[in-house]
């Protein structure tokens, strides 16, 4: 399945609303249809599928970062709060992650204020728990980057975005068991607002 949460419309509005569209294997003729609004309307917020559960995390409630993060349990169709980021946070990336066994989400970089003030600060939180808890920053604050997880959510990768030079043509990866970032090889070209996801070992 196909799932579309949030944003803002061409005319500026923002949207609570979640479109969820059933393709079946080599059907791309599914059909999208509102789901489920999310409880207060956000746009550049991050969003994440983890066990069963979507995650939504940041962005703006109107004008300025939020902490608020939401979840969708996708086996009754409820939404629930979870426990706010420690660092209010949109244009962030959050991406699923395993630590230590245990299934969580890491939240990374983004925009902190309405200034657009960068960030290099980074999140995790462990489903079922009750705070976020702080990991290493990335090298340089970013925002408008993508991110995916590989190697069984052990690492995520972390591509482009802007940073105080301008856009970014960077790939970090952060290990889970070392708790750090490494900086890969570049990008060919610099790139920001994109999207990102992995294909078998490819990202």
Known sequence: MALVAGNKTAEGGILDAVYLAPFAAGDLTGTFQRQWPVPVRKWKASGA?????????????????????????????????????????????????????????????????????????????????????????????????????????NKVYITGGKTTEGGSNRILCYNSNTKIWKPMADMIMSRAGHCMTNVGRHI
Not at 60 to 70: C, E, H, L, N
Not at 96 to 111: K, Q, S
Not at 146 to 151: C, H, P, R
């Open 49 to 153: 599928t983890v066990q069963g559960r979507l995650i939504v995390a940041g962005g703006k409630d109107s004008f300025a970062p939020s902490k608020s993060v939401y979840s969708l349990l996708l086996d009754t169709l409820i939404w629930h709060r979870e426990p706010d980021m420690g660092t209010a946070r949109a244009s962030l990336t959050l991406t699923p992650i395993r630590c230590e066994g245990d299934m969580g989400v890491l939240a990374a970089g983004g925009v902190y204020d309405r200034g657009g003030n960068r960030l290099d600060s980074c999140e995790v939180l462990i489903l079922g728990a009750d705070s976020w808890v702080p990991v290493s920053s990335l090298p340089q604050a970013v925002w408008g980057h993508a991110a995916t997880s590989v190697d069984n959510c």
